[in-house]
């Protein structure tokens, strides 16, 4: 088995491991960071770049965007369906933020507006070929870049499997290498900074099953909707003498169908839930 002994170990170098990592090395620890797959970045290797609010960019413009405007419209998006004080944090934070990733070297193309009605909060990183899609990957390089200067050391495909604690403190991590081999980092402290909801099956279960139900009351509500107009027209064409016999069937089977595909709903909501 391979061995390691460091200060802090960050699992993981997505934005907020590499982040993690760069800030723990500025502030003098050693530090080494464990990754699963063979680059580091993570899902924001696809995005354009972060949000601020309150930056330089924007006082330029003249573009008067406050933290308490922004909150107030995030959540209303949202429907309050976030935690709050998470995202007050990352709003408040993140005109800092923007600074020092600037210190960090990533440089921006400005704030933008992510869609008509929104605010410019999206500050798009700066690439060598101009605005457009993956342009945080430079963002990610630029991190990238100032941990290793820093004397981070990386070790890619090795993604960590257990935290090892003694006496309810952390004392290591294991990970596996992309041979197979075990390797085991001694450490004061693990950051794990292993991205979202994709490892929380807990929380997968409760938005599939919330989709669901919505997906389900949707259904109904339009079914309804369609019930009663088709019903009028059906009424009519009866009153009429026009296509009597296809409207009709047509009608009925929409009728008979519905239910049995509102079953099929609620069937895999509960069986999709639980598989997971
Ligand atoms: C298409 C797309 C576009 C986006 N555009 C934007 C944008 O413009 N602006 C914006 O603010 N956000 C954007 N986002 C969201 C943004 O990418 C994420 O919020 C951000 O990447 C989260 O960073 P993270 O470091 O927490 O996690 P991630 O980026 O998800 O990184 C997690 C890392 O953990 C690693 N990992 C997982 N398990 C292990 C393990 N056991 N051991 C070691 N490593 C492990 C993974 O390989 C990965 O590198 C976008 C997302 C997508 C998918």
């Not at 079914?223 to 026009?242: E, S």
Request: a neutral charge; charged letters at 20%.
């Amino acid at each position: 088995m391979a061995g390691y002994e460091t200060q802090v170990c960050v699992i993981a170098a997505g934005p907020s491991g590499l982040s993690a990592a760069v800030q723990a090395a500025e502030d003098g620890a050693e530090v080494i960071v464990l990754e699963k797959a063979s680059g580091v970045g993570g899902a924001a290797n696809m995005g354009m770049g972060p949000l601020g609010i309150g930056t330089k960019y924007q006082k330029q413009n003249m573009q008067d965007i406050t933290v308490e405007k922004a909150f107030g419209m995030f959540m209303e998006y949202t429907h309050y369906n976030v935690d709050a004080r998470l995202v007050k944090r990352y709003f408040e934070q993140s005109a800092e933020t923007i600074e020092w990733l600037e210190d960090m070297g990533v440089e921006f193309e400005g704030a933008f507006k992510y869609f008509p009605q929104s605010e410019p909060t999206w500050h798009i990183v700066k690439t060598d070929t101009g605005i457009g899609p993956r342009a945080a990957s430079f963002m990610n390089k630029a991190l990238y870049a100032k941990a290793q200067e820093l004397g981070v050391k990386f070790l890619l495909e090795t993604p960590a499997k257990k935290i090892l604690m003694e006496e309810g403190r952390v004392v290591g991590v294991l990970a596996t290498d992309k041979n197979g081999q075990e390797v085991k980092i001694t450490c004061k402290a693990a950051i794990i900074c292993t991205g979202g909801a994709g490892c929380n099956p807990e929380l997968k279960k409760l938005v599939i099953s919330m989709e669901r139900i919505c997906l389900i009351l949707l259904s109904l509500e339009l079914w309804v909707t369609d019930l009663k107009w088709h019903g009028r027209q059906a009424r009519i064409n009866f009153q009429y003498g026009l296509n009597r016999q296809p409207v009709w069937l047509a009608w009925k089977i929409y009728q008979e169908a519905f239910p049995i595909f509102l079953a099929s709903q609620i069937f895999w909501s509960i069986m999709g839930a639980n598989a997971l």
